[in-house]
């Protein structure tokens, strides 16, 4: 999921450099949002304190 944020988060950065006003908002604004998504997981997991089975 971080990696679909810095995705869209450069491709925010490149179309802000080339002027392109309305994508780069809408890229910015998605990757804030996976970024936010990313973090409030990793914080669900940490608090419940998975680990991985292994068979």
């Given at each position: 999921?971080?990696?679909?944020?810095?995705?869209?988060l450069v491709v925010g950065?490149?179309?802000?450099?080339?002027?392109?006003?309305?994508?780069?908002?809408?890229?910015?604004?998605?990757?804030?949002?996976?970024?936010?998504?990313?973090?409030?997981?990793?914080?669900?997991?940490?608090?419940?304190?998975?680990?991985?089975?292994?068979?």
């Amino acid at each position: 999921m971080l990696y679909y944020a810095l995705v869209c988060l450069v491709v925010g950065l490149i179309a802000g450099a080339l002027n392109l006003a309305g994508v780069s908002t809408v890229a910015v604004q998605i990757s804030w949002i996976l970024i936010l998504f990313g973090i409030v997981l990793v914080a669900i997991h940490v608090v419940r304190g998975h680990t991985a089975r292994v068979t």
